[in-house]
């Protein structure tokens, strides 16, 4: 089995800064991408950023210029950092990784997410 577990989540005043991380573990026998994605109250979930094993990124307009995703490869870990922090960013984030578990089966994993909240 795989495991994807986030931490970082808090409570932030608008303007201020977040970092998020994320670690896959169990049976891997290799990633592609690893991503964050958002779900705040009565919207639908929404993508926040990917990023291949390639390092290319992909980010939501809303987020870009603010937020940054990188990985560690070799640890299987994710990160997000988050500036420029706004009360539109709180919802709970969850880690997603696309996870080859043997060289012909894959799939996608999810953490349990982390909140994150953006308020004065």
């Known amino acids: 089995q795989v495991q994807v577990v986030e931490s970082g989540g808090g409570l932030v005043q608008p303007g201020g800064s977040l970092r998020l991380s994320c670690a896959a573990s169990?049976?891997?026998?290799?990633?592609?991408?690893m991503g964050w994605y958002r779900h705040a109250p009565g919207k639908q979930r929404e993508l926040v950023a990917t990023?291949?094993?390639?390092?290319?990124?992909n980010y939501a307009d809303s987020v870009k210029g603010r937020f940054t995703i990188s990985r560690d490869n070799a640890k299987s870990t994710v990160s997000l950092q988050m500036n420029s922090l706004k009360p539109e960013d709180t919802a709970v984030y969850y880690c997603t990784a696309s996870v080859w578990v043997t060289r012909t089966m894959w799939n996608d994993y999810w953490g349990q997410g982390t909140q994150v909240t953006v308020s004065s």
């Open positions: 169990g049976r891997i026998f290799s990633i592609n991408d």
């Open positions: 990023i291949t094993s390639c390092g290319i990124t």
